[in-house]
């Protein structure tokens, strides 16, 4: 099968994404507004057909109807809607896929067991610190404003979009603490309540596995969603 054309990957941070469709297309885009994101991933890239961009998604440096593909990993909740749906209206072309995608937290595995509902008990306690951005992961980005009629969802818990990887329950500490909603608690409450909030995921975790030992191996699965609009063909 003959690789599609054109693909731009919007919020492609280091590239992580963006690489994984460079099977699938002759020339794959990855646009990021921060400089020092797109050089580390041109830095980290060995694929031939891959052009890392520093751009706005709200002005994306793309001709006119020339993307087949354009997705949005983790990223679209934080652009100017308005702006940003009338750029991914004017760069693809007709029957073009206009792809978000995202996860929200992960679900730690410990001996076959998931601990999801205890790592969402300490995760809501967070929430109050989210920004209005936020709203959209709530909803797994069903409540973005729709782009076309021609629509299909898929939706975390159906478990058809997964990632494994094994982690100690350390590095799920360090995860919780780069959350936006973190930094947001430790800027408004103090270094003091942050360090507290981190010793409490520690132990509610430690004791919800029976476990002692923070850097025993565990499994962090991140469940993803997406939702994806087809361009009308006129």
């Not at 709200?58 to 679209?76: I, K, M, R, Y």
């Not at 809607?81 to 760069?91: D, H, L, P, Q, S």
């Not at 969802?153 to 780069?178: G, Q």
């Amino acid at each position: 099968v003959e690789p599609l054309q054109l693909c731009v990957d919007v919020g492609c941070g280091s590239g992580q994404n963006t690489n994984m469709y460079t099977n699938y297309f002759q020339q794959v885009i990855g646009v990021d507004v921060s400089q020092e994101q797109v050089q580390l991933a041109t830095k980290s890239c060995t694929h031939h057909n891959v052009i890392f961009k520093h751009g706005l998604a709200e002005h994306l440096p793309v001709e006119d109807e020339s993307v087949e593909l354009l997705t949005c990993c983790a990223s679209v909740h934080w652009f100017n809607m308005e702006t940003f749906y009338k750029e991914v209206e004017r760069v693809l072309k007709p029957g073009g896929v206009f792809a978000c995608y995202c996860y929200f937290g992960c679900d730690p595995i410990y001996n076959g067991k998931s601990y999801l509902s205890t790592y969402d008990e300490l995760g809501r306690e967070l929430y109050k610190y989210f920004t209005e951005n936020h709203k959209y992961l709530f909803t797994e980005y069903t409540s973005l404003p729709a782009f076309s009629s021609e629509v299909q969802v898929i939706s975390s818990r159906e478990n058809k979009f997964s990632i494994e990887t094994d982690v100690t329950l350390e590095t799920i500490l360090k995860e919780f603490s780069s959350w936006s909603s973190f930094i947001k608690l430790r800027k408004i409450e103090g270094e003091e309540a942050a360090s507290r909030f981190l010793s409490k995921v520690k132990q509610k975790m430690l004791e919800a596995m029976g476990i002692q030992d923070e850097g025993v191996k565990i499994t962090r699965r991140f469940n993803y969603f997406l939702i994806m609009w087809r361009k009308p063909l006129a």
